[in-house]
Structures are given as C-alpha cells and as structure tokens.
C-alpha cells in the first residue's frame, strides 16, 4: 500500500503521497488545477478526506447506513487488477455464509438501520441460492436490493430475482471491443454483457455501468461509453484503478485519475458537475453540455471517507466499516451460536468502530487484497 501524509490541497492538486505514487502516470500538478471543482466531491469541510479517521463512533448516522454484501470470493473472470484468488486462498463451501445466516443477519442489519443493500463478490451469480439470500434481506429490511455483477449469468436468472425482491443491477464492463474485453477481463464476452443490461432494463427498477479506465488499456473508449449510455439510456460510471496491493504494477502503469477522465469529457463535449444524489454515494456526478448524466469514482484520489456511510460483510461472515480495513468483527461465534442479541451487539460494535483505514490516512495497518475477496 501507498503511504500516506495528507490529503488533497485546496487548489486540487494531488496530495504529495498520490503524487509520488502516479508521478511517471499523470500530467503535472499545475495542470490538474480546477479540472476536479469544489462541488464534485474534493476533500473539503462537510464531507471529509481520508484523515477523517472516525466516522461513526457512538453516534451513528442520521440516515442509516448502506451494506455490501459479499456472497463469494470467486469469479470465473480474470480482470487484470483484481486477481481472484491470489492474494488469499479461496474460500471452501463449508466457510461461506448460508441462507440461514443472512436470515438472521438481515434481522440485526434492520435494528441497525440499513437503508441500501448492494449485493456483491466475486460474482455473486455464481451462487445457486442468491435469489434466497435476496429474499432473507427484503422479508426483513424495508430497503434497496441492488447487485453488482460482470452480467453474463444474469439474463436467465432475472425473473427469481425480482420475484425475491432485487431492485437494481450494476454490470461491470470494461470494454466495448469484444476482443479488447476478453483480453482486460479474462473471460466472456462484450456481447453478452450488453444483453444483460438491457434485459435487466425491462425487469428491474434501476441499471447502471461500472467502466474501470485503464490508461493505455481503454481510456480511448470513454466517448464510446458515453455514446452507449445515451442509446440504451444507462448511467455509465466511470471509476479510478484501486491500489489494493493484489496488482502494484499494473495499477501504477494503468492508472488514470478522475481528474484526467472529466478533462478528457469536458474536452470533447464539455461537462458541469451536478450534486451527488446522497452525500455518501461514491460517484460524482456529471452532465455534458449535450445533456448527458454520467458518474465519476475516484476513490484512490479523491476520496469520500468522512462521508461514507458504508458497512462490508465478507462471505465468511467478518463485517468491516471499510474497503481497506484488514481486521473487522467476525460475526461467525454469534451465528454459531444462534442468539439474536449477540450478534446484534456484534453488529453495533462493527458499526461503532467505523473509521477510515484508506491509503491517504497514516498510521493505519493495511494487507493486500483482491477485490473479488473483499467485495467492491
């Protein structure tokens, strides 16, 4: 992991940390300046930057917190700054969280005041019984169900779906080109990916992209993306590459920041900032000058920490108040043991202890980790 002294200045340019670490990747610093404005989410009082270590404690927040679920650790893609599996061997069947469990979780996550559940991995369609795992969470929560899904098992599987409850479905495609997918992706095809979008268009409430921009790797697609996004009438979110130390050197060499994508839009079709919708959601978002609504997650730079709202519960049951937290509170003895109180109490100390452990805050102990394990 990077380390870290302070987060962004206030003219925009890159704390001095980012700097060093995206030195030989991004232009010079005098050159970002006013390309990220105030209003897209910098590091600024009321929403807080990586050194805004304590978020919750004994407070709380006022509009209830948002959870990500991790259903499984694998993922039969192969995306080149992920790395499934290489960091910590995978899980086996017997360590992953079964139904029951997310039955008696979403009943304590209720209590707690959980107002969005995203549904995550790996890839959580890989697993058999999602469409039970979704119900558990709506038979108990009155909130949003979302996934997160590379979308190539999705189309048959929409119908069980929505019947148990799913709101919204976020797919993940990194590219257009179908050879240039396979080839950042590992597996699959463009194609079918597209399919799913537009059949999760006909069933479901709410559809989004997730691009990753790789410098050099598809950064040229970007008006590509956009021009998808106006003919299917998606949002497409463009995010920043993540060091999470599964793939150092890829990251380094394909990284470009938030910055750089809305200079490049902003360039071609022009661009003004729009407020996010919610203070904790991660994209900022943005509106070309021809109308076009598009959102940009650029965490590794800009991040949202004093903010973020968010509580990660992996699939062998440790909840964690943070992406880069390499501890957290392993609900699995109050599962074991079936009382609702204890794992309620559990859950409320995951959530008190909430604090940053992102690259930008010193002092913080940090692990390598896959995204597929931790859950993005």
């Given at each position: 992991?990077?380390?870290?002294?302070?987060?962004?200045?206030?003219?925009?340019?890159?704390?001095?940390?980012k700097r060093s670490f995206h030195a030989n990747n991004e232009e010079s610093a005098s050159e970002q300046t006013n390309v990220w404005p105030e209003s897209s989410g910098r590091h600024r009082p009321g929403r807080g930057g990586p050194n805004s270590s304590s978020i919750v404690g004994s407070t709380g927040l006022a509009s209830g917190y948002t959870l990500r679920v991790s259903l499984t650790d694998r993922c039969q893609y192969r995306c080149l700054y992920c790395k499934p599996g290489s960091v910590t061997p995978y899980l086996n069947g017997s360590e992953r969280l079964a139904v029951g469990d997310y039955r008696r979780l979403a009943t304590a996550f209720a209590q707690l005041g959980v107002r969005k559940v995203r549904?995550?991995?790996?890839?959580?369609l890989l697993r058999d019984d999602l469409p039970e795992v979704v119900a558990a969470f709506r038979d108990a929560l009155d909130c949003t169900l979302s996934l997160t899904t590379n979308g190539v098992l999705l189309p048959p599987r929409l119908p069980a779906l929505r019947a148990a409850g799913l709101h919204g479905a976020t797919i993940h495609v990194d590219s257009l080109q179908p050879d240039r997918y396979r080839a950042l992706m590992g597996e699959g095809s463009v194609e079918q990916a597209l399919l799913a979008v537009n059949d999760a268009k006909r069933s479901l409430a709410e559809v989004k992209i997730n691009c990753v921009v790789q410098r050099g790797r598809n950064d040229d697609e970007i008006s590509d993306f956009l021009a998808l996004s106006r003919r299917l009438g998606v949002e497409v979110r463009f995010i920043e590459l993540m060091n999470t130390g599964s793939a150092v050197a890829y990251t380094?060499?394909?990284?470009?920041?938030?910055?750089?994508?809305?200079?490049?839009?902003?360039?071609?079709?022009?661009?003004?900032?729009l407020p996010r919708r919610a203070a904790a959601d991660p994209a900022a978002l943005w509106r070309t000058d021809d109308g076009l609504t598009f959102g940009v997650i650029a965490s590794d730079t800009e991040s949202f920490c004093g903010a973020c709202d968010r509580l990660r519960?992996?699939?062998?049951?440790?909840?964690?108040?943070?992406?880069?937290?390499?501890?957290?509170v392993d609900l699995g003895e109050p599962l074991r043991r079936a009382d609702p109180g204890l794992l309620l109490a559990a859950v409320a100390r995951a959530a008190a202890s909430k604090q940053s452990f992102h690259p930008g805050v010193p002092g913080k102990r940090r692990l390598p980790f896959s995204m597929a394990e931790a859950g993005g």
């Open positions: 992991m990077a380390p870290s002294t302070c987060p962004p200045s206030n003219d925009g340019r890159l704390a001095p940390w549904f995550t991995g790996g890839e959580p380094r060499a394909a990284f470009l920041s938030g910055r750089e994508i809305v200079a490049r839009v902003r360039a071609e079709r022009g661009a003004s900032p519960l992996s699939a062998n049951g440790v909840l964690r108040g943070c992406l880069y937290e390499s501890g957290g």
